[in-house]
């Protein structure tokens, strides 16, 4: 697990610029950094040393230099794959990286397709005068880019760019309604003008000034209606065999710990010697009690934090800042405080990332049983009820009427949608927003002949999952040179759960059905039957006290805010929340996590 960064220009290539670039992003590589430059390409790298301690440092080359690697991340079946290549290539070293640049060497671009893991990697071919990167099909690790005036260059973070004299730092404000509405980053394009993602499963590459962009992987789906006893018995199977390939490491293996089934199912099978888990004082919001319980009846070690208001927000700017761009998941907070007390003790831990996804662990996926009886009225019947409906505030009946009424595509954007289109649109002063409708068709598109159930988990995945849910684990751990592995986002796991008919999934009492019944056999309590939690955050009772609320109505009255926003619109919904006439919590933290975002970068910076 490391940081990468590099470019490639028609210009003079420069170390300072790239140690500058590197150096941005030490907090993810503390072990060691490594340089290579040549008159087109430089490539630079921070390392976290986890597998082959003494040998592994990068960049690596192959063995006549020809080709050098940059590599983040960590390839579990890396041992595998050297049998099938130690018998033509020379290995000098026993890490995964060597391993991954005599693949390229014997399978060329096709050898993303081999790996199994989180990745994010360029690779400069000498030869070709080629740049070849790709990112992992489940958006575990970052890769950022950006072309301009002659240059092209990538990263870990989009920080690092800051550093380079060819980046022209502009605000993309075209994204910012639908920021609200999705409370992260919702497309390709970041809130930096020009600088984009590659998306999960995707490979680049740039050569002779053009960037060329393939997929090599995508989430199919193959239902297959085996009985429930054998569907079972395969996600055992392939949870421990995940689990025992994330384990690979030449140093100790921690986990984080909530109270609910995904990270207790990993904890039980692992059994690591020390877990970690953060609360608050309010019940309501603690999760330390469960986990205390599991870890006992395990025998392991827990250690816990109890989580202040004052520190949540005392962490926050620079919080934003490591993010890159606005992430106002409230969970993201907490990850930064379960990320730090582990990082006291262990340089990797486990995290349960990917259950919801695969195996339908969200509520919400009930709504295909829990409400069918209201699909049974003809649609334009409830297509005007809908828009009745829509005319109202959104409450909890009106809510059920407005969505049911309308087809899946046209208001499903995913798990938490803070705004409505039209409200975010009213609130914002900018014009040029995009519709959350058009961000998330091209995906309706591809899956439209799969279930409703199915495009819930495939826009669950790609909207929230990796720009939300692994964007703050990425981030939040390697704030502290933390590597963090996510075992059910893996081949094996996933090949089992592409497979599963709705009924292992959901029914009409709970949500995962299948993997709860898997669980069961080896967590020691009760936690395969809880409802998922993930470190849950009281902001909504912090948000009403004044110390808090002050904060809030300070940033909301800035210059700032008045350059954004409608401020007496945004005002009104902090009075109302404050005044307990609404709940608007998730639409207050939603601005003020992007005017303070922006704080960080275009007025501190």
């Not at 609910?260 to 690591?272: E, M, N, R, T």
């Not at 919080?319 to 007390?341: G, K, T």
């Not at 519709?435 to 790609?462: A, G, M, W």
């Not at 081949?491 to 009924?503: F, G, Q």
Request: proline letters at 3%.
């Amino acid at each position: 697990m490391c940081g990468i960064a590099g470019y490639v220009t028609d210009k003079k290539t420069s170390k300072k610029v790239l140690k500058a670039m590197t150096d941005r992003i030490a907090h993810r590589g503390p072990d060691a950094e490594g340089f290579y430059l040549d008159d087109n390409c430089a490539l630079g790298h921070r390392r976290l040393s986890i597998i082959d301690l003494t040998t592994g440092d990068q960049p690596m080359y192959n063995e006549d230099k020809s080709i050098v690697i940059v590599f983040n991340g960590e390839i579990y079946n890396f041992k595998e794959l050297k049998k099938d290549l130690d018998k033509k290539y020379k290995f000098h070293t026993t890490s995964d990286t060597e391993v991954l640049i005599h693949g390229y060497e014997e399978w060329g671009h096709e050898v993303t397709k081999k790996l199994r893991g989180m990745f994010a990697f360029a690779i400069w071919d000498t030869n070709k005068k080629e740049l070849f990167c790709a990112r992992d099909g489940w958006g575990i690790k970052p890769f950022y880019y950006y072309q301009n005036n002659g240059t092209f260059m990538f990263g870990s973070e989009i920080k690092e760019f800051l550093d380079h004299p060819d980046f022209n730092k502009e605000f993309n404000g075209d994204i910012l309604s639908a920021y609200l509405c999705f409370n992260s980053t919702p497309t390709t394009e970041t809130f930096f003008k020009g600088v984009k993602r590659l998306e999960p499963g995707y490979q680049l590459i740039y050569k002779d000034g053009e960037i060329d962009i393939k997929r090599f992987f995508k989430m199919e789906f193959d239902v297959k209606n085996d009985d429930m006893d054998k569907i079972v018995k395969d996600i055992e199977r392939a949870m421990e065999d995940s689990v025992k390939h994330h384990e690979i490491a030449d140093v100790e293996v921690g986990s984080f710990l909530s109270s609910g089934i995904d990270s207790s199912y990993l904890v039980s099978i692992a059994k690591p010697d020390k877990t970690y888990t953060v609360g608050y004082d309010n019940p309501k919001y603690d999760e330390i009690s469960y986990a205390k319980d599991l870890s006992e009846k395990l025998g392991i070690n827990n250690v816990s934090k109890t989580i202040t208001k004052e520190e949540y927000m005392e962490a926050f700017p620079n919080i934003m800042y490591h993010m890159d761009e606005p992430l106002a998941d409230p969970s993201a907070i907490a990850l930064y405080f379960v990320a730090q007390i582990a990082s006291k003790d262990v340089k990797v831990v486990m995290s349960g990332e990917g259950a919801d996804e695969l195996f339908c662990g969200y509520n919400t996926y009930r709504e295909e049983i829990d409400q069918s009886w209201y699909m049974k009225i003809p649609y334009f019947i409830r297509r005007a009820a809908s828009g009745i409906a829509g005319l109202f505030p959104e409450v909890r009946g009106f809510n059920f009427v407005y969505r049911r009424g309308r087809k899946l595509e046209d208001i499903n954007i995913g798990l938490g949608r803070i705004f409505r289109d039209k409200e975010a649109q009213q609130i914002v002063k900018l014009d040029n927003q995009i519709n959350t409708r058009d961000i998330v068709k091209p995906f309706y598109d591809e899956y439209k002949d799969q279930s409703n159930l199915v495009k819930r988990q495939v826009i669950d995945y790609y909207f929230w999952l990796v720009r939300d849910f692994l964007h703050a684990v990425d981030r939040n751990t390697m704030m502290f040179g933390l590597e963090a592995r996510t075992p059910f986002l893996d081949k094996e796991v996933y090949e089992v759960a592409r497979k599963l008919p709705d009924s292992a999934k959901i029914d009409k009492t709970t949500t995962k059905v299948a993997l709860r019944q898997a669980a069961k056999s080896v967590i020691p309590n009760e936690a395969y039957k809880k409802k998922k939690l993930g470190f849950p955050v009281p902001l909504r009772e912090w948000i009403r006290e004044d110390d808090l609320y002050n904060n809030i109505k300070e940033k909301f009255n800035s210059d700032i805010a008045s350059k954004f926003f409608d401020v007496n619109k945004i005002n009104r919904l902090l009075e109302d929340h404050k005044s307990r006439k609404k709940d608007c919590y998730k639409k207050i933290w939603t601005i003020y996590t992007f005017l303070v975002w922006y704080d960080q970068f275009f007025v501190k910076i």
